[in-house]
């Protein structure tokens, strides 16, 4: 058995029926499934436990957020690639086997991202992979538009961790998800790292999920989303750009961390987003950086270009979706 599928749950009641159902009535079934419930209480581990005898269930004595559920779901697992995918999903018939025969294909993968779908709207994109930008802005590569674009495989600055394939032996050389995330932008940060090392991340176009979004957290913007996000935002980029790289990037930095703030600050949560940069600002001394190795430098120069285009994709996939273009 080659692949592990990693469940976070966290009050998925109302998620986990339509998510397991989906992985049953997979094409490749050479895999297992554990399930770590982060100290549920709508009954949904009592429900995992009595009807999906398949499914390992861990369950937790507190909530270990997503990093900690899925690192512990990574130390369990004992075979070579792990799927982490989020509770909110529905799978297509074919996704294990898609993910698998992407990351099979070359040594140097460290991650597959699969196609996620809207699932109230399919014909809308959730992701195709993610992005990110000089101004120090992650995004959805994709999201909002036709969910019949995006055929193509390509690669991609990271995985979106909700419906994804890891290499489990880079764990040990780059790390697993930072606990001190807790939730969000973990899985940008794992990417990042891989980068440094050497690895790609890629898109799998034919590995197809259907997402709810949000279906922890119940909303696309609250208090909490936006504290956190703000915050691990800060913690990425002082983990991973070395300090001339930091100083390069520091202007641009500024304007998207300002026009941030006005956005936030519209739709009632600038204080939320201040507040999470402050903090990341205060505890960023307390991470531990990625050691800066002089055999990296070329991998640095391509996240540095990559940067640049990840900016000029956000720009088009915006105008896209709101100038008609």
């Known amino acids: 058995m080659k692949v592990t599928v990693v469940i976070p749950n966290y009050n998925g009641m109302k998620f986990v029926e339509t998510c397991l159902n989906s992985l049953r009535n997979q094409s490749y079934s050479e895999?297992?499934?554990?399930?770590?419930?982060?100290?549920?209480?709508?009954?949904s581990y009592e429900f995992m436990r009595d009807n999906y005898p398949e499914v390992e269930v861990i369950r937790n004595k507190k909530n270990l957020g997503f990093s900690?559920?899925?690192n512990q779901g990574i130390d369990l697992a004992d075979t070579e690639f792990v799927?982490?995918?989020?509770?909110?999903?529905?799978?297509?018939?074919d996704f294990v086997g898609e993910l698998l025969k992407t990351i099979e294909s070359s040594e140097d993968i460290f991650s597959v991202?699969?196609?996620m779908i809207n699932f109230h709207d399919r014909e809308i994109m959730d992701?195709?992979?993610?992005?990110?930008?000089?101004?120090?802005?992650?995004f959805q590569r994709g999201v909002g538009k036709s969910s019949h674009l995006y055929k193509k495989n390509a690669e991609v600055f990271s995985a979106c961790a909700g419906a994804a394939i890891y290499r489990k032996k880079?764990?040990?050389?780059?790390?697993?998800f930072d606990l001190k995330h807790f939730a969000y932008m973990e899985d940008m940060d794992l990417g990042y790292r891989a980068r440094i090392y050497g690895y790609r991340n890629v898109y799998c176009a034919s590995a197809v999920v259907y997402h709810i979004g949000s279906g922890t957290s119940g909303s696309k913007y609250n208090s909490f989303k936006v504290k956190l996000s703000s915050r691990n935002n800060i913690y990425m980029i002082y983990k991973n750009m070395p300090?001339?790289?930091?100083m390069i990037n520091a202007p641009f930095l500024v304007v998207g961390f300002v026009t941030k703030y006005f956005f936030f600050k519209k739709i009632g949560f600038g204080k939320d987003y201040t507040d999470g940069i402050w903090e990341g600002i205060r505890n960023s001394y307390k991470l531990k950086k990625v050691e800066y190795k002089p055999e990296h430098r070329s991998n640095y120069l391509k996240i540095e270009k990559e940067m640049i285009l990840g900016m000029l994709v956000y720009i088009k996939d915006y105008a896209d979706r709101h100038l008609d273009v």
């Open 31 to 43: 895999f297992k499934t554990i399930v770590i419930d982060n100290a549920s209480t709508d009954g």
């Open 68 to 70: 900690g559920a899925v």
């Open 83 to 93: 799927i982490l995918l989020n509770n909110d999903t529905e799978v297509a018939p």
């Open 113 to 115: 991202s699969s196609k």
């Open 127 to 138: 992701d195709a992979g993610d992005l990110y930008s000089i101004v120090g802005w992650g």
């Open 170 to 176: 880079i764990f040990d050389e780059i790390g697993k």
């Open 243 to 246: 300090l001339v790289q930091l």
